[in-house]
C-alpha cells in the first residue's frame, strides 16, 4: 500500500471516529433533555397530581400544534432553500420565517386573551398569559433548530434545544423537592418559560460579533412566494401533528384530565425512544440526505438512507427493550394505582410508537426527494384516520381505545410511506 493509499485509510478512519464521537454527544445531549422531560412528568404525576400532568400534556402538545399551525408549510420549503447558500443569502430568509411566525402570534394571541376574558376566563388568565409566551417562544425556538440544522450548525441547534427542552426541568424539579410551596404548575410553567429566554439571549448574542444582525432584514416578497409554493408542506405540518396529539385532546374530552395524565405519561416515556432513534440520529444528518437526494446519482442518496434506516431501528429497539425492562419497575414507586392498573396501555403505546419511529424515518426520505405531495396527502389521511377512530374507539374502549388508535394510525403510516419511498428509489436506478 503506498503512502497516499495510507494516509487516504487514516483519513476515512478519523473522519469515521469524528463522526461516531458526534452522534455519541447529539444522542447524549438528547437522551438528557428527554430523560430530564420523562422525569419531569414523573414528578409532576408524584407531587403535583394527574390533572396537572394533563394540563401539561396538553400544553406540550400544543407546543408541536401551534408551530404546524401558524407555520403555513414555510419552515421545510425554506430548510431545502437554504442548505447550500451562502450565509449573507441565507440569514434574511431565516429572519423572513422567524418574522412570520412572529406577527402571526403577535396578531392571534391577543384575541385569544379577549377571548378567554369574554368568556369568563375558563382559562386562569395568569395560566393563559404563561402559556402563550412559552407557545411563541418553543414556536420561535422549534424553527430556528431546524435552521440551524440545515446550515449544518448542528451542534449549536442541538445545544440550544438542550436548554430549552432538557435543562430547565433539572431545577424546577429540585427546587419542588427542596421546598414544597414551590411544587405548583405555576413554578413548572416559569422555570419552562425562563429557560426559553436564556436560549433566545444567547442566539441574539451570537449574531453580534462581525454585525451579522445586518442581515436580519426580512424579504416579505420572497415569503409572498414561499406561501405559494408551501401549501402541500403545510397541509402535511398540521395533517401530522393532528395525527400525533389529537388523542390527548379527545382523552381529556371523554375522559377527563385524570386519564389524559396517564395517558401523557406513558407517551412521555416511550416518546424517550422516540426522540433519540429519530431526532438524535435521523434529523442531524437531514442536511446530506436533501443534499443527496438532489444529485442525479441516486446511488449516494439510497447508501446513506439505508445506513441511516439501519442505525436508527437499531437504537430504536435497544432502547424499547430498555424501556419494557424499566418501566413496570418504577411505576409503583410513584403511587398512582391507576397508572400500575393501566399498565397493559403502555405496552401498546409502546408498540405503536416504534411503528411511529419506521413511519417518520421514512418520511424523512420522501421530504429529501422533494415528494411533498405525496407527503401531504398521506399525513392528511393519518390524521383523519386518527381523529375518526378515536371519536369511535375512545368513548368505546377508554384508554384502550386511544392505544389502539395510536398503534393503527402509526402502522399505517409506516406501511403507505415505506410503500411511497421504495417507489421512489426503485424509479431513482
Same mark, same amino acid.
Do not use: C
Given at each position: ?116 376574558? *369574554? %368568556? #369568563?376566563?375558563?382559562?386562569? $388568565?395568569?395560566?393563559?398569559? !404563561?402559556?402563550? /409566551?412559552? &407557545? +411563541? =417562544? ?50 413548572? *410553567? %416559569? #422555570?419552562?418559560?425562563?429557560? $426559553?429566554?436564556?436560549?433566545? !439571549?444567547?442566539? /441574539?448574542? &451570537? +449574531? =453580534? ?221
Amino acid at each position: 500500500m503506498s503512502a497516499i493509499e495510507q494516509q487516504a485509510q487514516i483519513t476515512v478512519v478519523h473522519a469515521g471516529w469524528r463522526r461516531f464521537l458526534s452522534q455519541l454527544t447529539l444522542l447524549a445531549m438528547r437522551a438528557t433533555s428527554t430523560a430530564a422531560k420523562f422525569l419531569l412528568a414523573i414528578y409532576t404525576a408524584r407531587y403535583l397530581g394527574l390533572s396537572d400532568l394533563g394540563i401539561y400534556g396538553l400544553l406540550v402538545g400544543g407546543t408541536t400544534i401551534v408551530p404546524a399551525l401558524a407555520g403555513l408549510g414555510m419552515t421545510d420549503w425554506i430548510v431545502r432553500k437554504i442548505v447550500d447558500l451562502p450565509s449573507a443569502q441565507a440569514v434574511p430568509l431565516i429572519a423572513s420565517r422567524l418574522s412570520l411566525t412572529l406577527s402571526i402570534h403577535l396578531v392571534v394571541q391577543p384575541l385569544v386573551l379577549a377571548a378567554d376574558i *369574554l %368568556l #369568563g376566563e375558563p382559562v386562569p $388568565l395568569r395560566l393563559a398569559l !404563561l402559556a402563550g /409566551l412559552i &407557545l +411563541l =417562544l418553543e414556536n420561535l425556538g422549534t424553527e430556528a433548530a431546524d435552521m440551524l440544522i440545515a446550515r449544518r450548525h448542528v451542534m449549536l441547534a442541538n445545544g440550544l434545544t438542550f436548554l430549552r427542552m432538557g435543562l430547565w426541568p433539572i431545577p424546577v424539579m429540585a427546587v419542588g423537592l427542596l421546598h414544597p410551596e414551590a411544587r405548583t404548575l405555576d413554578a413548572l *410553567l %416559569l #422555570g419552562w418559560l425562563a429557560a $426559553l429566554a436564556v436560549s433566545w !439571549l444567547i442566539l /441574539l448574542g &451570537l +449574531l =453580534l460579533p462581525g454585525a451579522r444582525w445586518r442581515h436580519l432584514r426580512p424579504r416579505w416578497r420572497f415569503l409572498l412566494r414561499g406561501l405559494r409554493g408551501s401549501l402541500v408542506l403545510y397541509v402535511k405540518d398540521v395533517s401530522t401533528t393532528i395525527s400525533t396529539f389529537v388523542d390527548r385532546f379527545l382523552i381529556s374530552l371523554f375522559l377527563g384530565l385524570e386519564s389524559t395524565g396517564v395517558y401523557t405519561l406513558f407517551w412521555s416515556i416511550t416518546n424517550v425512544m422516540h426522540s433519540l432513534a429519530v431526532f438524535g440520529v435521523l434529523q442531524p444528518q437531514i442536511a446530506p440526505l436533501v443534499a443527496a437526494g438532489q444529485d442525479t446519482d441516486k446511488a449516494k442518496f439510497r447508501a446513506l438512507e439505508r445506513r441511516l434506516q439501519i442505525e436508527t431501528g437499531t437504537w430504536a429497539l435497544l432502547l424499547a427493550v430498555g424501556l419494557m425492562v424499566a418501566t413496570p419497575m418504577f411505576l409503583p414507586l410513584l403511587g398512582r394505582p391507576l397508572l400500575q392498573d393501566s399498565l397493559p396501555i403502555f405496552w401498546i403505546v409502546l408498540a405503536a410508537t416504534l411503528l411511529r419511529v419506521a413511519a417518520d424515518s421514512h418520511g424523512f426520505v420522501l421530504f429529501a426527494l422533494h415528494r411533498d405531495r405525496a407527503i401531504a396527502m398521506v399525513a392528511l389521511a393519518g390524521a383523519l384516520a386518527s381523529a375518526a377512530m378515536n371519536l369511535v374507539l375512545t368513548p368505546v374502549a377508554g384508554l384502550w381505545g386511544a392505544a389502539a388508535a395510536y398503534a393503527i394510525t402509526a402502522g399505517g403510516l409506516f406501511a403507505v410511506r415505506f410503500y411511497l419511498s421504495r417507489v421512489e428509489l426503485t424509479a431513482g436506478s
